[in-house]
């Protein structure tokens, strides 16, 4: 177990069962991070309340989770996020299928390829600023469907601002590629409680209209502005109740500092969350459908492009990468108290 002893940050390798984890802790603040090297998805996010400590991650429980990962709870999505419609899309004039051979209700294709990857632990740093995990695979590489390879950087940061989650993704093929990047954590900001009494902000004018797919309808159906949507319009706090949510929401707004920031927050106890993000759209998911803590958890899901974008010529180009080039996506959490 490698670990850093003498700074008011630490990082170490540690087990989760059978699988590698990563913890970074805030020593100083009491603050801890779990991060497993399958898919490299964030386990839990521990914060000081009320005398203890509070996970605000809705994460993976234990090793056999980590390995099903019912919900897809933190996922890493790339090169994509969410669905493609019928598993098909048209990229440069070429039309793709990334399940070939396979007919009717069984074609799904979603989240991206990098859920059941183990990643890479390329640096674990700590010092009195931040603690800092690197992690990195090239498992995104010609298949069905997909002739593209792209490799894929991830850094999990935790400081005195919260938690960061970068992802860079380079073209290392020969020639143009589609790919966008998502996330898709789970946030609970109380155990013994329903999503319904929380409130929600999401600083969106615009909602994304699916089908039962949920893949958004055709051109400029798909996009309805909340004045004409009042039940899934939180640009003002407001209490969850009742609502039933698993919405794309686009043009978002940014604050002063260039941050886009999704807020929810347990009146009952003050305690909130910011989820932050650079650019993109955000879905929100009351976790009405998961298999487990059915409405006790929110997925807030920061993605760089709607999904099905690679089928919208409205995303054609903020979903090309051309060959050598990378690009990069930015998002986190602040924790906010009352």
Known sequence: MAAFNTTRYGAERAELGDQEIVVLNDRGGHRRLRIARHGAA????????????????????????VLGRPGSRFAIMAPFAGRIADARYHFDGRSQDLQPGVVGAERASRHGFVRDVEFEIDALTADDDAAQVQLSTCAIRPQPGYPYAIDLRLSYTLDAAGLTLEARMRNVGKQ???????????FRLADDSLVDDWQLQIPAQTLIR???????????????????????????PRRIGDSIIDQGYTDLEADDDGRIRTRLRDPASGLGIAVWQERGVMHAFTADTVSRDVRRAIALEPMECMANAFNRPECAAAIRLEAGAERSFRCGVEVEYA
């Open 210 to 236: 699916t089908d039962a797919q949920l893949i958004a309808l055709s051109g400029a159906a798909a996009y309805v502005a909340l004045d004409d949507a009042p039940a899934l319009d939180f640009r003002e």
């Open 176 to 186: 143009a590629a589609p790919c966008f990047f998502g996330w898709h954590p789970y």
């Open 42 to 65: 964030l386990l839990g996010f521990e914060v000081p309340f009320g005398g203890g400590a509070r996970d605000l991650a809705a994460g993976y429980r234990d090793a056999a989770e």
